[in-house]
């Protein structure tokens, strides 16, 4: 039995500990409201001491008192106080687990406190300052405790969190502990039940027993995390959501997980319905939630889903994770990566499983957060060949906009004698429905994946290959698909005779007269119903990446492409019979730069309107006037 306390004993507080208090107390902690949440923990702590001592241990006092956490508020007195019906403490543990700190004076600790070194991962455990961020918003606190233990008597501990400490001994009936706050007078908030209950409801609401808040009940959600999957309901799950999110959407989906070895975790991730990025909102905050046993630790964690699972909102509860002195922010990256690294391949497991079994449902999440899924093949290379086979595209199969395939049903459905994986870039399918670099396939039958986002293009870029399948757009010089003669358009159309010569000499003329603008100019083996187009050399981006590089470094300049003209095309034809004549020489320039700046903005860019206008201007004057018999009249 601990020694009844004849008279109140002054305990003064050595020199470094009450700098370390004034730290911990003025410096540690981000936001006051913190320290309910280290009472409530401490008080929890408590009570989960009791009941696991009561199932062995039949000798202690009020066995049929009631587990529970009980808070109240005096205004006029300015007064808060938490009281549990726990394990409570005896004089000498009140000096052990109160006075901890004092038990610890070290200058060395204080240093690496002062220069936020704080990287001992068992800080908590050692010290328990938790109870001193009380200090942050108390003139001074009283603490009233009776131990479980029958014989031992009630003790009371007070001080004002500078240099001394006091013990004495009281009155009090029933084991426990409860601790009286005598709130400084800038901190009246904390009188007021409604501020009470929302800070419980954001860092204690899973608590396991009951916080009653003057009489009313704070804390009614569950932690169905730690609970079994089999024992949740539906409505449960999405209950659960509601409250995390504060919506009243229905998820898409749910991950619900635990890890037992090498780290222990619990966790419930969901997938909401809508993604207010697309609208034009800001980009998405991160919604995971980590606790500690139940207690909130953080409620936006950015560490432990990647940037590109931002729009996942969920919990996870470690008590393997090691946390800083103030339990606010985490110290082991390692165990934070390994938990990482355990989500983020069981939400892409979950994916590929609704991708294949689900497929409307798993379209409407690309539709909705695809590009923000797709940012992971740019920055975790570890999963990208998983990412891959996730994204969803539209294609020449599909019946409209709103259709989407995969690599791998691309790949399934590829001809026997089809080498590479094909795509086109533009604003938008009716765009690409009209680019000439399609004619091709479409007279040979071959899909070509459509992109209307231009960073679709820098992944497949950076993927380079699908199943050892190189990935090439259509816009690109040297197709596979355009190397075997067996394989070249069938064209009924009659050239004039010897034309050979005549074209010859018109791709000479359009070098020279486009020798700034393009790298060459060939005969097209492509094209079957428009006149020209102009192709990327080997190896060169697309003019689609090449406006975003130039979006992101203004001095950068599209590069010049490969000019491909149609023989078979009647203007093309027509042209080279005008190239024959001298007299029309400057009219047959004036038409080739006008081929080329159509050219040009078929693939979206309007190089020099200024120039264009009139040149078109000029061209009409004198076809209209050659059609009247007014100028020099032009036979072909």
């Known amino acids: 039995m601990t020694e009844k306390i004849r008279h109140e004993e002054s305990f003064e507080f050595q020199a470094e500990i009450k700098k370390l208090l004034n730290i911990l107390s003025h410096s540690l902690y981000t936001h006051k409201e913190v320290f309910l949440r280290e009472l409530i923990s401490n008080a929890s702590d408590a009570l989960t001491k009791m009941r696991f001592h009561a199932l062995s241990n039949t000798e202690h006092d009020d066995k049929e008192l009631s587990l529970e956490i009980n808070i109240d508020v005096d205004e006029k007195k300015k007064t808060l106080t938490i009281s549990d019906t726990g394990i409570g403490m005896t004089k000498d543990e009140v000096i052990q687990n109160i006075g901890t700190i004092a038990k610890s004076g070290s200058l060395e600790f204080i240093a690496k406190l002062s220069e936020q070194a704080k990287k001992d991962s068992n800080i908590i455990g050692q010290f328990g300052v938790g109870f001193y961020s009380v200090f942050m918003v108390a003139d001074e ?79 009614q959600i569950t932690a169905i995390w730690k609970e079994p999957k089999k024992n949740i309901t539906e409505e449960q799950y999405n209950e659960f959501y509601k409250f ?29 319905s809508a993604n207010y990025e697309v609208y034009g909102f800001k980009k ?9 046993n139940k207690i909130l630790i953080q409620s936006d964690c950015t560490t432990l889903l990647p940037e590109y699972m931002r729009f996942i909102h969920g919990v996870v ?39 294949k079994n689900e497929r409307e449902k798993y379209e409407t999440l690309w539709r909705q957060f695809g590009r923000i899924l797709k940012e992971g093949m740019h920055f975790d290379s570890e999963n990208r060949e ?40 533009a604003v938008n399918r009716e765009t690409i429905e009209k680019s000439p670099y399609l004619e091709i396939f479409r007279k040979k039958d071959v899909e070509v994946l459509y992109l209307t986002d231009p960073n679709d293009e820098i992944l497949l870029a950076e993927l380079q290959e699908f199943e050892k399948k190189p990935i090439r757009s259509a816009d690109q010089a040297n197709l596979d698909l355009l190397k075997d003669g067996e394989k070249k358009i069938v064209d009924t159309t009659e050239e004039p005779k010897d034309f050979e010569a005549t074209f010859n000499h018109l791709l000479k003329t359009l070098r020279l007269t486009l020798a700034d603008k393009v790298t060459d100019v060939k005969e097209s083996q492509r094209l079957s119903d428009s006149p020209c187009c102009l192709v990327n050399p080997e ?37 080279a019979k005008m190239n024959e004549n001298t007299d029309y020489q400057q009219l047959v320039e004036k038409i080739a730069l006008q081929l080329f700046e159509n050219a040009l903005m078929q693939d979206g860019i309007v190089s020099d309107p200024t120039s264009m206008v009139p040149r078109l201007n000029e061209i009409m004057e004198e076809l209209t006037k050659a059609t009247l018999g007014e100028g020099k009249r032009i036979i072909v």
């Not at 908030?189 to 860092?203: A, L, N």
């Not at 070895?261 to 619990?266: D, E, H, L, R």
């Not at 090691?322 to 979950?350: A, C, M, Y």
Request: charge should be positive; charged fraction near 25%.
């Open 141 to 219: 606190v009283r603490i009233r405790t009776k131990s479980y233990k029958k014989t031992e008597p009630a003790i009371e501990w007070h001080s004002d969190g500078t240099g001394k400490y006091f013990l004495d001994s009281t009155e009090k009936e029933k084991r426990g502990t409860e601790i009286i706050v005598h709130l400084k007078e800038e901190e009246k908030e904390y009188t007021d039940k409604s501020r009470i209950q929302s800070i419980i409801k954001k860092y204690s609401n899973f608590v396991s027993f009951p916080i009653m808040v003057c009489g009313e009940r704070a804390n």
């Open 244 to 272: 995390i999110t504060n919506t009243e959407e229905t998820p898409l989906f749910r991950l619900h997980t635990s890890a037992e070895a090498p780290i222990q975790f619990y966790s419930i991730l969901y997938c909401p």
């Open 284 to 292: 998405l905050d991160h919604g995971i939630q980590v606790y500690s």
């Open 317 to 355: 509860d470690s008590s393997d994770i090691p946390l800083n002195i103030s339990r606010e922010t985490f110290q082991d990256n390692r165990i934070i990566h390994k938990i990482k690294g355990i989500l983020v391949k069981q939400t892409l497991s979950l994916l590929q499983d609704m991708a």
């Open 386 to 425: 998983t990412l891959a086979q996730l994204m969803r595209f539209n294609s020449s199969r599909c019946q409209n906009f709103d259709g989407l395939i995969s690599l791998r049903e691309y790949a399934d459905r590829m001809r026997p004698e089809q080498k590479e994986i094909y795509y086109i870039t």
């Open 539 to 575: 190896g060169m981006p697309s003019v689609h990446v090449q406006k975003l590089i130039q979006m992101m470094h203004s001095d950068y300049k599209i590069a010049k492409k490969i000019m491909e003209i149609n023989r078979k095309h009647r203007l093309i034809q027509n042209l």
